[in-house]
């Protein structure tokens, strides 16, 4: 995508994985592992920005969402954290657009009707602080996903184009 900054749902090496995490890295080419080497891994919760090298993004904002484990282990606050992480790098950056997918609903397993709640509702209330944050994109890779994102949007009066 053509915005500041993708958001990747990185694991905590931030080494590339499989999944979006391993075609991100695939596409920037190794220049962007190379960087993420220098970068320590990042915690569950945080997010960590790198440049975007062969992407059309400019930067990629790797988050590392939790893994779902009933969730009685902080799963939604460490989701919350990514998407608010994302949003702060992005102001922190000077960076107005940026697209997130649905952050641990794949292989982490989260719920995703649970999932899309809690990133709508969080960056709805991260773009407070971030006014620099203009563009918001939740690039979904499933009908179902989109459809739980649109109505999740829905609910605070966020229209979908």
């Not at 915005?3 to 590339?16: E, F, Q």
Request: a neutral charge; one cysteine or more; hydrophobic letters at 40%.
């Amino acid at each position: 995508m053509r915005v500041d900054a993708i958001v990747n749902a990185a694991n905590s090496s931030l080494l590339g994985g499989g999944g979006v995490d391993g075609a991100i890295h695939r596409a920037a080419g190794p220049e962007l592992l190379a960087e993420c080497r220098t970068l320590n891994g990042c915690a569950t919760g945080d997010a960590k920005i790198t440049r975007g090298y062969g992407l059309p993004a400019k930067h990629v904002i790797h988050a590392v969402g939790p893994v779902w484990h009933g969730g009685n282990a902080r799963e939604d606050e460490l989701l919350a954290s990514c998407y608010r992480r994302a949003i702060e790098l992005c102001q922190g950056n000077g960076l107005s657009s940026v697209a997130f997918p649905a952050i641990s609903t794949g292989v982490y397993r989260f719920p995703a009707d649970r999932a899309a709640g809690i990133a709508v509702a969080t960056v709805v209330d991260a773009l407070a602080t971030a006014p620099h944050v203009t563009k918001v994109i939740f690039c979904c890779f499933s009908p179902d996903s989109g459809r739980l994102h649109e109505e999740a949007l829905a609910a605070f009066g966020s229209p979908c184009p």
